[in-house]
């Protein structure tokens, strides 16, 4: 079975809240700024707002968003909020996690 992904149309006005949950500036927490910043970049059209919690300087806004692995990235807007746990590399996955592509399965030929 092979996963077919496809691109969702956005409608232009939709502006992307996102936060993204790290402990200090460990490598995977900066491999995911990194790569979030390169995402919303090419797929975003600028209307989208990063904000990053260090969760070693505030732990205590983990509890807010029910953060309990990092780093996590949290979309508040558009609803409904959705969670991305992990450094972002997998860029396929983060677009359908961020409901900007739909996934669509189809049967492949064995």
């Known amino acids: 079975m092979k996963r077919k992904v496809q691109s969702r149309p956005r409608r232009k006005s939709q502006f992307f809240e996102l936060r ?3 402990a200090g500036q460990t490598p995977k927490s900066l491999t995911a700024l990194n790569n979030l910043k390169k995402i919303c970049k090419e ?3 600028d209307q989208y707002r990063i904000e990053i919690i260090d969760l070693l300087a505030n732990p205590q806004l983990a509890r807010g968003d029910q953060i309990l692995a990092i780093p996590t990235l949290v979309r508040n807007l558009p609803t ?8 972002l590399s997998n860029t396929e996955r983060v677009l359908v996690g961020l409901d900007l592509r739909t996934p669509d399965t ?3 030929a064995l």
Do not use: F, Q, S, T
């Open 80 to 87: 409904p909020i959705r969670k991305i746990i992990g450094d």
């Open 43 to 45: 797929h975003m059209d």
């Open 20 to 22: 993204l949950y790290v």
């Open 106 to 108: 189809v049967a492949g």
